[in-house]
C-alpha cells in the first residue's frame, strides 16, 4: 500500500458504469410509447391542480367574508377566535399547490411537444420540469420533517396544560 492511499476511502466506481451493450443513448419506442402515455394524464391532473388552486381561493375569500358577517350577526360569540383567519390560510395553501399542478402540467406539456418536434430542447424542458416537481416535493417533506417533532411537543405541553389546570 501506498502512502496517499487511505484504507478509509470509500471505493470509487464510474458514475455511468462501463457495460458491453451498446451505449446508444436514444429513446427507445417503447420509451417514446410510455411518454407518450403519460403526458395526457399529467396534463389532467396539472389542469386539476390549476382548478384545486382556483376553489381554494375562492374558498378562502367566502370563508373570510362570511366568518366576518357572521360576528357582527352573532356578536361577541365569534370574537374569541377570529374565523377570517382559517379563510386566508387557504390562500398561502393555494399557492403551495400551485407549483407541482404548474410542474406537472408542464412536464406533459413539454412531452406532448416532444412527440411533434422530436427536438431534444422539448425532451430536456420535460425532463427540468419533472426534476423540479420532485425537488419540489422533497423540499416539503423536509419542511414537514421539521415541523412534526415542534408541533408533537407543544401538543404534549398544552395536553399537559390543560389537563392539570382543570379545564376538560
Same mark, same amino acid.
Given at each position: ?12 466506481? +464510474?458514475?455511468? +458504469? ?19 402515455? !403519460?403526458? +395526457? ?12 388552486? /382556483? =376553489?381554494?381561493?375562492?374558498l378562502g375569500i367566502i ?11 352573532? /356578536?361577541?360569540?365569534?370574537?374569541? =377566535? ?8 387557504? *390562500? +398561502? ?13 408542464? =412536464?406533459?406539456?413539454? *412531452? ?25 416535493? /422533497? ?19 398544552? /395536553?399537559?396544560?390543560?389537563? !392539570?389546570?382543570?379545564?376538560?
Amino acid at each position: 500500500m501506498s502512502d496517499n492511499e487511505n484504507p478509509y476511502q470509500s471505493p470509487e466506481s +464510474p458514475i455511468i +458504469p462501463v457495460t458491453s451493450q451498446s451505449s446508444d443513448n436514444s429513446i427507445t419506442p417503447l420509451m417514446l410509447k410510455y411518454l407518450n402515455e !403519460t403526458s +395526457p394524464w399529467l396534463r389532467f391532473v396539472g389542469i386539476l391542480g390549476y382548478i384545486l388552486c /382556483g =376553489f381554494l381561493v375562492i374558498l378562502g375569500i367566502i370563508i373570510a367574508a362570511s366568518s366576518t358577517v357572521a360576528a357582527s350577526l352573532l /356578536g361577541n360569540d365569534l370574537e374569541n =377566535f377570529p374565523i377570517w383567519i382559517i379563510g386566508f390560510l387557504y *390562500i +398561502p395553501l393555494a399557492l403551495l399547490l400551485f407549483f407541482p399542478s404548474h410542474y406537472t402540467f408542464k =412536464f406533459g406539456q413539454k *412531452i406532448k411537444n416532444y412527440q411533434f418536434s422530436s427536438s431534444n430542447d422539448d425532451l430536456e424542458n420535460a425532463f427540468k420540469n419533472n426534476k423540479s416537481l420532485w425537488k419540489f416535493y /422533497g423540499i416539503l417533506m423536509i419542511i414537514y420533517l421539521a415541523i412534526f417533532p415542534v408541533i408533537i411537543v407543544v401538543s404534549i405541553i398544552i /395536553g399537559v396544560a390543560s389537563a !392539570t389546570s382543570g379545564l376538560f
